[in-house]
């Protein structure tokens, strides 16, 4: 017999209505017959793309670096390379570096770059300006490929080899060169790659649809804990100190 029925009653309706409304989010009802949790997901990327656009800014700051001469050896080797793994990214890079005013020797895993180093920067972010604003076919036509995986694997290099020209920018203690060439790797370079494909959406254009989902969250994840809170309420089972009986 429950200890009190009232709780039970409670956090049984609770918890039937919860798994009710979880059987409506799985449902592909939104969007584009996408579920719940396939729509919160595309908005908020969507949203985080729309807040993660700094190359204009970069493309200002590349200025003062043109005319600065660049003249470093990279290794394009990585942990669990299969034979002839690195050389053929090596040669990859070199292809981008190549189609972008620079000169790059190939021996073997190691490139050898030379160039503009501001000139440099400036393709770099050129071509993640294309891939983050969903233009993928500039890729694909600079560097001669034809399909979205090879182009994704072209523009790719660029974080390939500017990792590694950040890691010798660093040792040779170039620190302002080094640090530009990571804010290009973290703010225009990952961002455009990662997220291309998907439209970009300001926070302003779907304010009231993020609140509404961020505030539905809150609720729901409530909802969930006070169904269970009553439900063992209901049944007799609490945290709550049992009182001590005196002794007559």
């Known amino acids: 017999m429950a200890a009190d029925k009232k709780h039970l009653t409670w956090g049984i309706i609770l918890l039937i209505s919860f798994v009710g409304v979880l ?24 949203l985080a793309k729309g807040s993660a656009y700094q190359i204009p800014k970069l493309k200002k700051d590349v200025e003062k670096y043109k005319g600065k001469p660049l003249d ?5 080797k990585k942990a ?23 000169t790059a020797e190939v021996d073997g895993s190691k490139v050898h770059i030379k160039g503009d180093f501001g000139a440099i920067m400036a393709a770099a972010l050129e071509d993640s300006d294309y891939m983050y604003n969903n233009k993928g076919d500039f890729i694909k036509k600079k560097y001669d490929v034809s399909d979205d995986e090879k182009m994704k694997q072209m523009f790719r290099q660029w974080h390939n080899a500017l990792s590694l020209v950040n890691k010798k920018l660093t040792l040779d203690k170039k620190a302002e060169d080094a640090n530009f060439v990571k804010n290009v790797i973290t703010k225009a370079i990952e961002p455009a790659y990662n997220f291309y494909g998907i439209p970009a959406v300001k926070i302003t254009e779907k304010a009231g649809v993020a609140t509404g989902v961020l505030v539905f969250y809150v609720i729901y994840t409530i909802w969930y804990g ?23």
Do not use: M
């Not at 470093?72 to 394009?76: F, G, I, L, S, T």
């Not at 089972?237 to 002794?247: D, F, N, P």
């Open 72 to 76: 470093v050896v990279v290794d394009a």
């Open 80 to 102: 669990g390379d299969k034979p002839g793994d690195a050389e053929a990214r090596a040669q990859r890079i070199a292809k981008v570096f190549t189609i972008n005013g620079a």
């Open 226 to 248: 006070f169904g269970v809170l009553y439900l063992f309420e209901g049944l007799g089972l609490s945290t709550k100190k049992a009182k001590v009986k005196k002794e007559v």
């Open 23 to 46: 059987v409506l989010i799985f449902l592909p009802i939104y969007g584009q017959g996408q579920n719940g949790l396939e729509y919160s997901d595309d908005l908020f990327n969507k």
